[in-house]
């Protein structure tokens, strides 16, 4: 099946390697054979097309049912122009941050947004979005976030912390596509705090 590798994020000791199947236009999260993420060094880049042979995770916890394992693999080709062939080939969110996920994030001006259980479970956990309005960079104790200025109710502050590989830029221009994606359920205090999963950005898409 071939998948355009569109994000690599970072993780503590390893990376989240994103694609689309172009056939479904599926999303999925590459996973190793041992069901773990890649490495933090490895083959894949985005923007590549690879001939992927996999099957599904068994036992994901929603919303992150795009884990795939990975049984074989080989290169096929780079794609350009991801911005426009992504907006030609993907389903894309558009507006302002509320309509990402289904509506189904929280958000508080200034910090992270995320879903929470109660708040109710998005159906995926990647996606891609169009903002309405270019996103700014900050950094914030050696923390890099993309802000999105909403100046008719406030203002308000919605930052999104940048987990990818691409290096850093101090704006996202209005018309380039960026991917979101939730991190894995977690919470600082399982015993007396809800879990949740934190909204980022990890990666953006110009012609």
Request: aromatic content about 12%.
């Amino acid at each position: 099946m071939e998948i355009l590798i569109v994000a690599k994020t970072h993780m503590a000791h390893s990376s989240c390697v994103g694609g689309l199947e172009l056939i479904t236009k599926t999303n999925v999260r590459l996973l190793n054979s041992d069901g773990e993420n890649q490495p933090k060094e490895n083959e894949f880049e985005v923007g590549q097309i690879w001939d992927i042979k996999y099957s599904p995770r068994t036992n994901t916890i929603a919303p992150h049912i795009e884990d795939i394992i990975i049984e074989n693999k080989r290169f096929i080709r780079t794609q350009p122009a991801l911005n426009t062939f992504l907006r030609n080939n993907a389903s894309v969110w558009s507006g302002p941050p509320e309509n990402i996920f289904q509506g189904k994030l929280h958000f508080e001006t200034g910090h992270s947004g995320y879903a929470t259980q109660q708040i109710g479970t998005p159906d995926q956990s990647v996606g891609f979005w169009l903002p309405d309005t270019e996103l700014e960079l900050t950094i914030l104790d050696d923390r890099r976030h993309f802000y999105y200025f909403d100046m008719l109710q406030g203002p308000r502050i919605y930052a999104f912390p940048y987990v990818g590989f691409a290096p850093i830029v101090e704006k996202i221009p209005l018309g380039n596509l960026v991917r979101v994606s939730l991190a894995r359920w977690w919470s600082p205090d399982p015993e007396n705090r809800e879990r949740r999963c934190y909204c980022q950005l990890s990666g953006w898409y110009a012609d």
